[in-house]
């Protein structure tokens, strides 16, 4: 089995005074697909923004073998983690490039970030196509594309993306993850996917937890939970 890459332990986060994470544990392993299911308000943005440092924490959080528990976002993502928001996070009045290339500001290897771009392309025909187009005028599942592919500029070890059907007609749904897939697949990238399309996210993936207002109750092999009628009913609705 593959070791971890991502790994939180007894991870509790807070709003200000309030508490909204209890004690979770989760972990994501080299080259895995895992997803994080549960209803609205379950917590499932909020964990993603525990682990990339946008709340107070506490407990451990450990990536790549090393401790990033209370580290800097901005540090964070330098060490290979992309966060891909909810609400795609478009620039809108800048350009396709432009956007591509905003996603690799953190990178100083010009010659690379210009053969990235063309490897986004590559995955993303329609953003080629629009490459001088302002963001804003896309269309939803472009935007979404672009989202993708601006994470993918930083070269990252792991993404964690947040709600990526959210909105999308599903053709395109079926289109994104099948890139996602192929980018599991053939480029190795870990990832942990928040999906309200339960069905949807236990096909992607190896590994599912699912969160109850803020607390873990169940995880496992995907596989497993998708073939439960009894998970499925109760937690699922599907």
Known sequence: MSAPLLDASNLDAFYGP???????????????????????????????????GMLDTKGEVRFDGRSIAGRAT???????IAHVPQGRGTFVRETVEENLQIGA??????????????RVYGYFPRLKERHRQQAGTLSGGEQQMLAVGRALMLRPKLML????????APLLVQELFEILRALNRDEGVSM???????????????????????????SGPAGEIRNNETIRRSYLGY
Not at 105 to 118: K, L, Q, T
Not at 161 to 168: A, H, I, N, Q, T
Not at 193 to 218: K, S
């Open 18 to 52: 309030t508490q909204v994470l209890y004690g979770v544990d989760l972990e994501v392993v080299a080259g895995g697909i895992t997803t994080l299911l549960g209803a609205n308000g379950a917590g499932k943005t909020t964990t993603l923004r525990s682990l990339t």
């Open 74 to 80: 901005e540090d964070i993502v330098r060490l290979g």
């Open 105 to 118: 500001m953190s990178r100083r290897d010009r010659a690379a970030i210009s053969a990235d771009v063309e």
């Open 161 to 168: 993306l947040d709600e990526p059907s959210f909105g999308l």
């Open 192 to 218: 942990l996917i928040v999906e309200q399309n339960a069905a949807l996210a236990l096909d992607l993936a190896d590994h599912a937890y699912l969160l109850e207002t803020g607390r873990l109750v169940m």
